[in-house]
């Protein structure tokens, strides 16, 4: 029943941006950790960028100064926004959500995955 739903992943040149959104939906009662990861080819998954449902935020040292998380508790939705993109950024990231529902199935929900490709 739960779900996260991204949307936002493409091709840009070097220097450009991008704007991903993951959504959640279902029948939730609270979402703790909000989170982007992303996985280039043949490496492993990496935390990009994590969020708390308090407002505490933290970065990868690749990205800092360059990419921004942020959420609306509200809508039960976390963004990233991806400045100065680079071709080491090309991977496919992904959304994850560690979800309380009202019912059973407490853990943590992962997202589809977005195609972002950096290149000229």
């Known amino acids: 029943q739960v779900q996260l739903v991204e949307s936002g992943g493409g091709l840009v040149q070097p220097g450009g941006s991008l704007r991903l959104s993951c959504a959640a939906s279902?029948?939730?009662?609270?979402?703790?950790?909000m989170d982007w990861y992303r996985q280039a080819p043949e490496n492993d998954r990496d935390l990009v960028a994590a969020?708390?449902?308090?407002?505490?935020?933290t970065y990868a040292d690749s990205v800092k100064g360059r990419f921004t998380v942020s959420r609306d508790n509200a809508k039960n939705t976390v963004y990233l926004q991806m400045n100065s993109l680079q071709p080491e950024d090309t991977a496919v990231y992904y959304c994850?959500?560690?979800?309380?529902?009202?019912?059973?199935?407490?853990?943590?929900?992962w997202g589809q995955g977005t195609q972002v490709t950096v290149s000229s």
């Open positions: 994850r959500a560690f979800i309380i529902p009202l019912g059973p199935g407490v853990g943590d929900y």
């Open positions: 969020t708390t449902s308090d407002g505490s935020t």
């Open positions: 279902g029948n939730i009662l609270e979402i703790d950790a």
